[in-house]
């Protein structure tokens, strides 16, 4: 390990922490965690990431560092879970050039926004943007394609000296269902899900998706032309991928039929594809020949991310700071198994906590699990450095942030999800490591707020975790084992380990704390 940690320069980090406040050092190291996730899910509000992206300067606007003019030129479309807000923030805004808009939203949201007082996400009443729900239970449906119809109409009509503003973020692909005619919405779902059944990979299910759809791959920025075309989007998708999130609609990705035919031939699907899609995918060319705009003439569209799981770890750094803790965030794609990234946080965990110097073997495991949880080793190291540098040099308090989406294998039929499964098996890792405040403690949480079938957006832990479940007669291997999550924490003391924000009106995936104490220095 002290090969690896050498590469790296000891940085002085004490006169960045400044003074801690005192209100906060009395806060219990649960308390801390919790705060941190609030101020991340705080930093990816549909409303705070408009606001935050749009600049108004007298008769123009400024996105991205670019400016465009508004001459009551402005349209506006949207799809998915946190559009409402966007778009309520956006008129606010530039509202006295909005021409008129279309977004498509789930079904009920503007119901369960009022129910919750989030009365400041909403539209006003004599609104210009035409609200449209659909997709109940996040799949496509009749309401959602009236809805996509609407866009496309909107977007059909503007001319070069219009705006077409896009709000998207996670869901966007179930409320913009468009089936090139004459494939039916239901044909193209079947399509999709038996080749999903086939093993066929993302990358595949997405080229028959775009190749199937008038609007996704860029066909609502071809639609949209010859207009100026700027798309905010609020990502839930590792790595912010703008060909992937909402299946990239104004990313132009062209899919030809050759492509699509040869992928399901490969899964042995071609024969049994019904007349509508046989026939849209013997068209030669890409499925906007048809369409009466040049297809060499189209703009490219201004896309740029403004709400992400790295602003919602930065932000939530920045809260960490406050509460007395040196932030570090390892990275914003975990993935993988759930069982391996537990491993990897037990590992961190231990290599921090260490009174003496950590055994060299934990360092080479931590180094051998990163690839397997979509985590550099660039940031593995980097992160150890600073935990060695906090255990070594008595830096205080750490804070480990990361992010992603990791993987649960469902093995029964218990109520909970991947957070919360996180955490109980951290728990289980720490197992052994003083309790807090002498010892870490770990939160694992949804931003959307709600993980999996439950009421909860995850669970907070630490190492004491086995024998407060051991005391009350709760077996957590038979819990892990029906991937009963939930029930196992509310059972556990009162669910005082869940964590339940409620409705958080966003979702850019999960976020990670690790909160590592202030190891006493040993002087010789």
Known sequence: MARILSLFCHQPFLPLLGRRNPTFCKMSMDSRARETFRAAVE????????????????????????GFPLRHNLHLVGFGKAVLGMAAEVERILGDHLVKGVISVPHGIQQTLRQHGKSHLLLKADSRIKVMEGAKHNLPDDDSQ???????QLAGELTEKDLLLVLISGGGSALLPAPIPPISLQEKLDVTRRLAAAGATIQELNKVRRALSLLKGGGLAHHAHPAQVISLILSDVIGDPLDLIASGPTVT????PEEVLSILERYKLLSSMPASVQKVLARQGPRWKENNKDLDSSGEALNAVIGSNTVALTCA???ARELGFRPVVLSPGVCGDVRLVSRLYGLLARFACSREEPPPEIA?????????????????CRTMQVLDEGRTEGWGATCVLAGGEPTVELTGKGRGGRNQELALRVGLELRGLELPPQGPVFLSGGTDGQDGPTEAAGAVTDGGLYDEAQAQGLDIDSFLSNNDSYTFFSRLSS????????????NVMDVHVLLIPAIPIKIS
Request: proline letters at 4%; charged letters at 35%.
């Open 43 to 66: 930093a990816v509000q549909p409303d705070t990431v408009v606001r935050q992206s749009i600049e108004r300067k007298d008769d123009s606007v400024i996105i991205d560092g670019r």
């Open 146 to 152: 009236k809805a996509a119809e609407g866009i496309k």
């Open 253 to 256: 990705c062209e899919v030809w």
């Open 317 to 319: 750094g920045r809260r």
């Open 364 to 380: 080479a495991e931590v180094l051998r699990l990163g690839p397997e949880v979509g985590v550099e080793s660039w940031d593995l």
């Open 495 to 506: 669910a005082e380990r869940l964590l339940v924000p409620g409705l958080t009106c966003t």
